[in-house]
């Protein structure tokens, strides 16, 4: 393959352009920043765990000097309500320090977040300004030891007390407590607390409250609260989480954030929403930024790692070809195929993430009033699913990169070691990834029903007792007819055995559709025959986790289509077109055997898909360095000995 | 799947004494050493870097007090010549702390190994000893900065100067450093150091010498040597690694260590191997006892973290059942699919090391005289391949526990933190993985022959030209007219849908015998067609390093199904048999495209497979609890708050 003549250039500005997207001023503005000097983090290694976190402050601060943090809020606070931007800059903090990224996704995204979406006008007011210049440093108080996942089952209590007009908020017990709270343990003077708000002893679900933590300049929790350190993690120790506990602590009516439910003077509970069940889930919805900016923060590290990868298997050389000379490691077609499928996936879920940051953006930005209910909903399964397929494709990705980089991938200073300790809990925060995608599955079942019910499991066995699993069995009866068919993609003429993008799309669609309307039979058929419901549920989970998968597999893959045939530069829509089958054709091999076993290919077109990648990768390979450096990570901000673009000297 | 009722309880003892093996009293020798408060660990995350690697000295010595540090080396120096206990016990050093067990592997294997092996009786006599009593710390100091995986190309020279019969070793540049070199940075005082051996003028390969570093109680390098520390690593922070640079340092004739070649005083060079290429991977081969090493440590961490993960899922509860009742995440299928495969793989891999280590010990100890050369040419791809797959297993089984643990999992008290990072390595140290995949495969397809040629992938290329492909194309193509055959397992009788042991072993041993088959008459047609050798070998590369894998996947179920077989306690060997049983069922699942594409099994089998799989996993989750418990790794040793048995108070 070192025979293969280098192809014609690749424009990697217009590359970059694409990947940037609408908000490339944006992410060039942080890649300045980061670049800066005062940002190096080669020594945090060796910092002990405050000082690190005191680092971290003092970056956020540096972040919060530029403006650019109140850029999500809403204009009449003094921000530009353009989220789509705000993510944009997120997605380029996280090519540098993770416990930076986290921090400012902490203080600007999840405490001001839960203000900007779940407060009135008079509290953003009032904090919006003091969080986004980092003033008032606060915490996102939802995860409890007892439950994460699993937030319908919070045990906080926010008790109304209508003599003082008070709410009185309550740890009952340890499992109760508040726990990896980002800002507690060290920074954070006030919280957003979710709690069940308990009103005339009836309780209306899970609300938040604004409570305060500490007084400035003041390291000592405030009475009635306790805070403790989560203590050594591992990784991201620069984010000082904590755990909290309250007992009998008060605050004012007016600190509950009341956009979906108030209580007035006299004690009287309401909401715009009736249903609990619904109430809760619009609320949570309105979250859901977190999950989009996780999602792109992943794809953000996969980049890094294979920056760092792809420059290193061009740079080592080993054993020698039959002149003598040493080849390069990336010459090997088993080290193309460690990286280059990889870096096709990075690709394409940058495009599903601007899709899915753009969805958002415009539900945010909807006028008052407009009913933004529906696709909100659409969304939601949208933003989980991508989180949690980006989230495990960075953590595969890191490993493949930092394996492929021998032992020099095992040095501190070529980058791996904070990648993969720092990114190693994306998988499971923001919601664990077999969770969500277990969310993504209910949602494919009920269709975006009105009736939202709750994220228990049983809560989906719930549904076979209902009518919507006999339409989904109905809508896609007419596919079942087609297992029969042996390959459903004949060869056409003139094909030489490649697989057209419509055949790539036509696959990745019939899998999902299949394996929804076969879980939803498996789901009936167990409770017609009258087994128990969590056996049933247990039972069809994998079934339905496939199925979750396979919904995101589709959209990544219809995004980064999409996005190919939109592209007006002839040579970078060529780039992207052959990334976009790469892509696309690994996911079919990763799957080929449920293809294989449902007759929608037969062996011999399996192999050949096979053979379509090894080929793929071979055409990429001499424009491997190009596709890296169109990532735009600037050598300062890598921070990866290896993996500089610019070097003087020997690097080895 | 909580309605299960509880099977009968297992004799964890039992179990225990078949997971043991011969060496059991030295493994529990060693369980109990490491359970002394002296071994504790908790601390060392804070740390510097020299505190830790002085306290893993300090730690080493006591165990070099024991004297079990000499049970490899032979009687005439003290030791018992028992390199399966040695390895059983580093094995079990393995469960504590893992900087630990590579100085314990660096002291007392590599550095003594190279003596043991490449030595003479005075030598060994000279040496040994204080090597055992850690008397006189030491180096291995093979891999260049330059070269890593291949040896052959090693630059540094040992040039003989018969005026004063002593060697000067130099280092040519800086790609001929020695990197990686544990103790060398802080603690080795002497190191085998392994160069291009020139004599007259003439080069005779790669040989192994012994030179001084520094003088006791002097940290300084002596003349003519320049030592480097290697720096901060992503983990094993506990390990001096160093690099060095020679400079004309001049040692005596005698320092060669001269099995396998030697110079006279009169300054002509022996050797009883005639053939360069054969003479170094004779003498590479005796050096396969770090390898074997490795791979026993692997699995030792699989079970370290599937111990917390089992545990810790049994403990959480999450999700209401309809009773009301959290459920324990372990009750779920999906975790159980998580966790419970790759616990019987942990098994399996457990097995297969025996057989190994049995080979390799049986060598060893070998009369003189008696011919090993052709067992010792099966144990080597054995060792390779076994390695390679068990480190692999070990960081996705980690990975996995991980995430099964959600945030608790993240915490550093957890255990997960220093088992990634310090295991992380493991893919890559002591041969690359791939490279030695690769090594396997070239070993299939010449049939272990008499020339071993080299490792350069060119050189597998070049078997091209010579006739053992058509040996094996001949050999296997009886095998070709099956591929016709839609399911070669029809249902049998009675069968329900199982999958006999007998099926198991055909499916993975025909896997085997295809992929070998084929990549050779791949690798013949490309060069029949007059391609580049290189761009065919890099075309089959993925190809070949396939049917390695598949190789080991053979042996390592031929292993475990043996080891049923010889069980005499029946419960013992019923759960062995299930456990055997998924992690058959397991490898042909995940396997099953390749069945499917080449007409092995029918689409119907293959799903059947996947059911097994989770039949299996259910009927093993109520023996979860035992089945870690049988790894009988102490408490004190795991080290994990979630993963402790005995848990005072509340585990959350």
């Known amino acids: 393959m070192s025979t293969e003549p280098a192809s014609a250039a690749l424009d990697v500005a217009a590359l970059r352009r694409a990947l940037d997207g609408d908000h490339h001023v944006v992410r060039d503005r942080v890649r300045e920043l980061l670049s800066d000097p005062c940002f190096d983090r080669s020594d945090v290694g060796s910092l002990d765990r405050d000082a690190y976190r005191d680092r971290v402050l003092d970056w956020t601060r540096r972040v919060a000097a530029t403006g650019e943090t109140m850029r999500g809020y809403p204009e009449e606070v003094g921000g530009r309500h353009d989220v789509a931007g705000f993510i944009a800059g997120f997605e380029t903090f996280a090519f540098g320090d993770l416990s930076l990224l986290v921090k400012i996704g902490v203080q600007f995204g999840l405490w001001g977040g839960a203000i900007q979406q779940l407060g009135n006008a008079e509290q953003r007011l009032a904090y919006l300004p003091r969080v986004g210049s980092l003033e008032l440093p606060g915490c996102f108080a939802m995860t409890e030891r007892g439950h994460g996942s699993d937030v319908q089952a919070l045990r906080t209590t926010a008790t109304y007390d209508p003599v003082g007009a008070e709410f009185v908020i309550d740890t009952p017990d340890d499992q109760a407590s508040k726990d990896w709270i980002g800002n507690a343990a060290r920074h954070g003077r006030e919280a957003v607390v979710f709690a069940q708000l308990v009103v005339g002893g009836e309780s ?195 490993q493949e990169c930092r394996e492929a980089c021998g032992g020099a991938g095992y040095l501190r200073d070529a980058g791996f070691a904070a990648l993969k300790a720092d990114t190693d809990v994306f998988t499971t925060f923001e919601g664990d990834n077999t969770v969500l995608l277990q969310l993504v599955g209910k949602t494919l079942l009920t269709g975006f029903r009105d009736d939202f019910g709750n994220l228990s499991p049983l809560g989906t066995a719930g549904f076979v007792a209902g009518q919507v699993l006999d339409v989904i069995v109905e809508r896609t009866a007419v596919r079942q007819v087609l297992g029969a068919i042996s390959d459903v993609l004949p060869r056409r003429d003139g094909d030489e055995g490649g697989l057209e993008r419509a055949d790539q799309l036509e696959l990745v669609r019939e899998r999902e559709e299949h394996l929804v309307s076969r879980v939803a039979q498996r789901l009936r058929a167990g409770i017609k025959d009258g087994r128990d419901p969590f056996e049933v549920f247990s039972y069809c989970q994998p079934h339905l986790l496939a199925a979750a998968r396979s919904h995101v597999d589709r959209f990544v893959l219809e995004s980064f289509a999409a996005r190919v045939e939109r592209e007006e530069d002839a040579g970078t829509k060529a780039i992207l077109d052959r990334l976009c089958d790469l892509h696309a054709l690994r996911t079919i091999e990763r799957e080929r055997a449920w293809y294989l076993e449902h007759g929608r290919i037969s062996g011999g077109r399996s192999k050949e898909v096979t053979r379509l990648v090894d080929r793929r990768c071979h055409e990429l390979r001499p424009h491997a360095a190009d596709l890296v450096d169109a990532f735009g990570i600037p050598d300062a901000v890598l921070a990866s000995r290896i993996g500089a673009k610019d070097v003087t000297g020997d690097r080895w």
């Open 204 to 398: 209306h679900g899970v609300h938040a409250l604004l409570v305060p933590l500490r007084d400035e300049g003041d390291d000592r929790a405030l009475p009635g609260i306790r805070i403790e350190d989560c203590g050594d993690k591992l990784g991201l120790q620069g984010v000082d989480n904590g755990r909290l506990w309250f007992d009998g602590v008060r605050v004012p009516r007016t600190a509950l954030l009341d956009r979906f439910g108030s209580v007035d003077e006299a004690g009287v509970y309401s909401s715009p929403i009736e249903s609990p069940g619904r109430r809760f889930f619009t609320m949570l919805g309105t979250l859901v930024q977190g999950r989009v900016s996780v999602g792109g923060a992943a794809v953000s590290a996969s980049k890094s790692a294979l920056t760092i990868a792809i420059r290193h298997g061009l740079d080592r050389r080993q054993f020698e070809d039959p002149d003598g000379t040493e080849v390069p490691v990336m010459d090997y077609l088993a080290h193309q195929r460690r990286l280059l499928p990889l870096l096709a996936t990075s690709y394409a879920l940058s495009f599903a993430q601007h899709d899915t940051v753009d969805a958002l953006d415009a539900i945010i930005r909807a006028p008052e009033g407009e009913d933004v209910e529906e696709r909100r909903r659409e969304l939601e399964p949208r933003a989980a699913g991508l989180k949690a397929v980006a989230t495990w494709h960075a953590t595969e990705t890191i």
